[in-house]
C-alpha cells in the first residue's frame, strides 16, 4: 500500500512554509516520513491546521475547491491564505508507485472575482536516469497528460472548470494509470472526527464495511466485522476485555422498529449495557480497536488526540497496537496529534515531531530524531514521553 513519504505546504494559515520528510521539492536529503507520526505542541501551534490539509485536498478532489475553502470551519480562501502573503496556497504530497517516486503538486488562487481556482496541477515521476518527467502537467488548465507507458506521446489537453482537480476527470480515464493510482490513494484517506454522542444513536439496521468519520455507523460496522470477520472481531473483543475489565461480550440488536443497539455485557450482570450507558471513553477505545482491524483499511488514516476520554494507562498499549498495524504489509500510515506524554512512551524518536510558532507567528515543525540529546537518551532507555515531559525536548511542552 502506498504512503506518503513527504509533504510539502505552503500558505496554508500558519504553515507558510512546512516540509516533512522526502519531497522534491525539499532537497536536502531528508529521510521518507515513517508510517507512523506522531504530532505534539503547545495549543494553538497548528496541529489541526496541519491535520486538516489532508482532509481539505481530498475536499478539493470530491468537492471541489471552492466548496472545500467554504466548509464552515474555514471560512473561505481569504481565511486560508497565509496572513500577509499574496502567493498561492500549494502543496506536494510525494509517494511511491512500485518503486517509483512520484510527487503531486497543486496550487490554488483566486481569480479576478475573489474565486479559489486550480493554478497548477502536476504529477512527477522519475526516469531511470533520476529526470524528473510530468505525467501531467496543468497551468490555469492548460497543459498535457503523459501515460505511463514505454513510447507514449504528451496529450494536449483543456479543461474547462478551473474549480475541479484535474486528476478529478483525468482519474476516470483507464489509461492513465498513475493518475488513478492517486485519485484512488487519496479517496481512501480518513480523519477521524468520533463523535460518541452520535455513535450512541440508533442507526438502520444494515452492514457498513468502514467505520464513517463521526461514527455514527459504530454499530453497523461492528455487524459487519462480526459477521464477515469474525476471528478479527474476536481479536477486538479479547483486547478490549484486556483494557476494559468486566466487558465480557459486545453484540447488535435489530429493533422492531428495524434500528441496530450497540450492547455491552459485563461479566456477572445478565441484562446488557447499551452504548448509550457506555462512557466516551469506553466507545472511544472499542471504535479505534475496530477502525485498526480493518480488512481493506484507508491508505492514511489521522486521528487528533485520541487521549481524549482515555485512562492513562491505555494509552501507552493503544500507541503499541497502533504500531503494530501500520508494521503489516497492508497497513495504513497513521497521523496522531497528542499532548500524552503517555501516549508517545512507546514512540521512537522518528515517530515525533516537534510543532511550535516561530517569532512571526508562522508554524515550524522539527523531527524529534534531529535533536540529538533525545537521541542519546533514548538509547540510554529512557521513553520519549519521559523526555517530553522533563523538557529535553526544549519546544513543543504538553
Known amino acids: 500500500m502506498a504512503h506518503i513519504e513527504g509533504i510539502h505546504i505552503q500558505n496554508y494559515r500558519t504553515l507558510k512554509q512546512i516540509s516533512l520528510g522526502q519531497t522534491f521539492q525539499n532537497k536536502s536529503g531528508a529521510n521518507p516520513l515513517p508510517k507512523l507520526i506522531t504530532i505534539i505542541g503547545p495549543n494553538g ?51 511511491r508507485i ?15 472575482n475573489a474565486r479559489p481556482v486550480v493554478v497548477q496541477e502536476e504529477i512527477i515521476g522519475k526516469d531511470d536516469n533520476e529526470n524528473n518527467v510530468f505525467i501531467l502537467k496543468l497551468n490555469e488548465q492548460k497543459g498535457y497528460v503523459l501515460p505511463f507507458k514505454t513510447g507514449s506521446e504528451q496529450i494536449e489537453i483543456k479543461l474547462d472548470d478551473p474549480q475541479r482537480l484535474g486528476i478529478s476527470t483525468l482519474g476516470n480515464l483507464s489509461e492513465n494509470q498513475p493518475i488513478i493510482i492517486f485519485r484512488q490513494f487519496l479517496e481512501s484517506w480518513y480523519l ?79 441484562d446488557p449495557f447499551y452504548a448509550q450507558d457506555m462512557s466516551d471513553g469506553t466507545l ?4 479505534y480497536l475496530l477502525l485498526l482491524q480493518d480488512p481493506e483499511p484507508p491508505a492514511l488514516i489521522g486521528i487528533e488526540e485520541p487521549e481524549n476520554g482515555l485512562h492513562h494507562q491505555l494509552l501507552e498499549p493503544l500507541a503499541l497496537e497502533i504500531k503494530h498495524v501500520t508494521k503489516q504489509p497492508n497497513g495504513p500510515q497513521i497521523i496522531l496529534t497528542t499532548h500524552s506524554p503517555y501516549l508517545i512512551d512507546a514512540l521512537q524518536p522518528k515517530e515525533v515531531w516537534i510543532m511550535e510558532k516561530n517569532n512571526q507567528g508562522f508554524s515550524t515543525m522539527t523531527c ?31
Open 284 to 287: 472511544k477505545l472499542f471504535a
Open 45 to 95: 501551534c497548528g496541529k489541526s491546521t496541519f491535520m486538516d490539509t489532508f482532509e481539505f485536498i481530498r475536499d478539493c478532489l470530491l468537492m471541489g475547491v471552492e466548496h472545500a475553502c467554504d466548509k464552515p470551519h474555514r471560512g473561505g480562501f481569504e481565511r486560508l491564505q497565509t496572513r500577509g502573503q499574496n502567493a498561492a496556497i500549494g502543496f506536494e504530497i510525494h509517494y
Open 192 to 270: 477521524s472526527y468520533f463523535v460518541p454522542d452520535l455513535a450512541r444513536g440508533l442507526p438502520l439496521a444494515g452492514t457498513q464495511k468502514h467505520l464513517n468519520r463521526s461514527g455514527d455507523n459504530l454499530a453497523n460496522y461492528l455487524q459487519f466485522m462480526e459477521r464477515q470477520h469474525p476471528e478479527r472481531f474476536k481479536a477486538v473483543l479479547r483486547q478490549i476485555s484486556q483494557k476494559i475489565p468486566g466487558i465480557e461480550r459486545i453484540t447488535t440488536k435489530n429493533t422492531e422498529d428495524g434500528r441496530l443497539l450497540l450492547q455491552f455485557n459485563d461479566r456477572g450482570y445478565i
Open 368 to 398: 524529534a530524531s534531529d535533536i540529538q540529546s533525545v537521541n542519546e537518551l533514548h538509547a540510554e532507555g529512557i521513553p520519549m514521553g519521559s523526555l517530553w515531559y522533563s523538557n529535553h525536548f526544549g519546544r513543543g511542552n504538553p
Open 98 to 112: 512500485n518503486d517509483i517516486p512520484i510527487a503531486y503538486r497543486l496550487k490554488i488562487d483566486h481569480d479576478k
